[in-house]
């Protein structure tokens, strides 16, 4: 009889062979069979050590394998299979209305990165008043360190409502808008803010970009359609899969980009500040706004795909 780690070692063969793409939750062919052999086993994800040698019947095993056929016949991410994804430690339902959480933003908001920033107003433009962000844990944290709580927050391209989750409850003084032009990536939302218990806190909003958002916010995240055209031509199928809406960000990537940045100083207050991901574009963004001070936030990615913007610094840059 098979052992729980005797499929995740079939699956990862399969699907290396059949040559399928990643990272919509995992990195490698080992994560993904780890992933999905786990999630039909109703396993805990995070125990394969734990489960590793434990027997499975013939019929599960055949469970198993109808799915990593699945996964590698439809090219679909995993979480459009499984129905969830887990950012920060936090789990997500997800289906084929909204693209797969993945924003390198829910770090920022998970280990205090954004936190100085929020906490007094700005020494000069460009520059937090603190020198580095509170210590924080892998999952959302209880800000304490914020000296007068910040009112509102506007999660723009909400897709699943993940982000808006986090900040909720990162910082649980605030009221957090959640917006997105897609109808159906907003039902995906209501359904995460209500499995989270968040319906008081977290405002559910149809817009296109911020024209059904007055503010003034005092924080903006987003993670926008930046994809250029010549990589949305190369995208494997795992990411055709997602809404094509949700990626594509025009020639260079910064259709939208160029809208929100145009529009949003007059929906932030004084002291605001927009935290934006734009992937690997790093190079058409600063093409494209050459005269605007950005300051370039790590993550686990490096420090090239999440920038954050004062509203001094956008306002200093306009025309």
């Known amino acids: 009889m098979a052992t729980v780690l005797d499929l995740v070692h079939a699956a990862e063969r399969q699907l290396a062979e059949a040559g399928v793409a990643f990272g919509h939750g995992t990195a490698n062919a080992f994560d993904e069979a780890a992933w999905l052999v786990m999630w039909r086993l109703r396993l805990p994800l995070d125990d394969l050590d734990g489960v590793a040698a434990r027997e499975v019947s013939s019929g599960s095993a055949a469970q198993v394998q109808a799915l990593v056929d699945e996964r590698i016949a439809s090219r ?25 959480p993945r924003s390198f933003i829910a770090e920022l908001i ?55 989750v986090l900040a909720a409850m990162a910082w649980p003084e605030t009221a957090v808008d959640a917006a997105d032009l897609s109808r159906e990536a907003l039902e995906v939302a209501a359904i995460n803010v209500a499995r989270h218990g968040l319906d008081g806190r977290i405002r559910l909003i149809e817009s296109d970009g911020l024209a059904a958002l007055p503010g003034p916010y005092d924080l903006i995240l987003c993670n926008p359609p930046y994809v250029n055209a010549q990589s949305m031509a190369a995208l494997p199928p795992e990411y055709r899969a997602e809404p094509a809406l949700a990626l594509a960000g025009g020639a260079d990537g910064m259709d939208f980009v160029r809208r929100l940045l145009a529009d949003a100083p007059a929906r932030m207050s004084g002291e605001a500040v927009l935290v934006l991901e734009i992937g690997h574009e790093r190079e058409n963004f600063e093409a494209a706004f050459p005269r605007l001070e950005a300051v370039w936030l790590e993550t686990s990615a490096g420090t090239d795909q999440v920038l954050l913007l004062t509203r001094d610094a956008l306002a200093a840059a306009s025309p």
């Open 76 to 100: 679909k991410p995993a979480a459009y299979l499984t129905k969830e994804a887990w950012l920060q430690g936090v789990s997500f339902y997800v289906d084929e209305r909204a693209i797969v």
């Open 110 to 164: 998970a280990d205090g990165g954004i936190d100085p920033w929020l906490s007094e107003p700005s020494a000069a433009p460009g520059r937090p008043k603190q020198a580095s962000a509170p210590s924080g844990g892998s999952e959302a944290h209880e800000v304490a360190s914020v000296g007068a709580p910040f009112l509102r927050v506007l999660d723009l391209c909400t897709g699943n409502g993940s982000l808006a």
